[in-house]
């Protein structure tokens, strides 16, 4: 059964797709492909069957990721089949935290930028949400998002191996 690793930020158009495309970029990177699986989802629904953000597919694809995003809104029958719920800032994280079913639910809800050590020594976690600003924010988020994402991958093969032992 693969780890699977779900990213959240408020409408599933910019940051979670974004956060969503590095991150499944750098599992393949580590031949770990069939075993992790990847998505995104929104807290809110505004944007249920849209695309990603252009701005942020513009990024991305510069960047050298790929994405075929859709988005969704997540949904609280998830959290059983997810091992780690990222949220994107401290509002998506505590109202994951809220929705949770259970404690073991609401443990699997970590903000992104906690895996980075930088920014998780400096206590900034939040990723700013780019939707509002010009391109330099999207720039500004996948920055974030890569600086977090091998501490990310570090930490699920970890939780893969103790699942595995």
Not at 1 to 16: A, D, E, L, Q
Not at 100 to 117: F, I, M, Q
Request: glycine share 10%; aromatic share 8%; net charge negative.
């Amino acid at each position: 059964m693969p780890f699977s690793v779900c990213f959240v930020c408020t409408g599933n158009i910019c940051r979670s797709p974004m956060a969503a495309a590095v991150f499944r970029a750098r599992v393949d990177e580590a031949g770990l492909g069939g075993l992790v699986q990847v998505d995104s989802a929104g807290t809110d629904g505004w944007h249920e069957g849209d695309g990603a953000d252009p701005r942020a597919l513009s990024v991305l694809t510069a960047a050298g990721y790929e994405s075929d995003h859709v988005a969704r809104r997540f949904q609280v029958s998830w959290f059983p089949r997810l091992d780690l719920v990222i949220a994107l800032d401290s509002g998506h994280h505590r109202a994951l935290r809220r929705l949770a079913p259970t404690p073991a639910d609401a443990d699997k809800v970590r903000l992104l930028r906690s895996y980075d050590p930088v920014a998780a020594g400096l206590g900034d976690l939040d990723v700013p949400d780019p939707y509002y600003g010009d391109d330099d924010g999207f720039d500004a988020c996948l920055r974030m998002v890569e600086a977090a994402s091998e501490g990310l991958l570090d930490a699920v093969r970890e939780a893969r191996e103790g699942r595995a032992a």
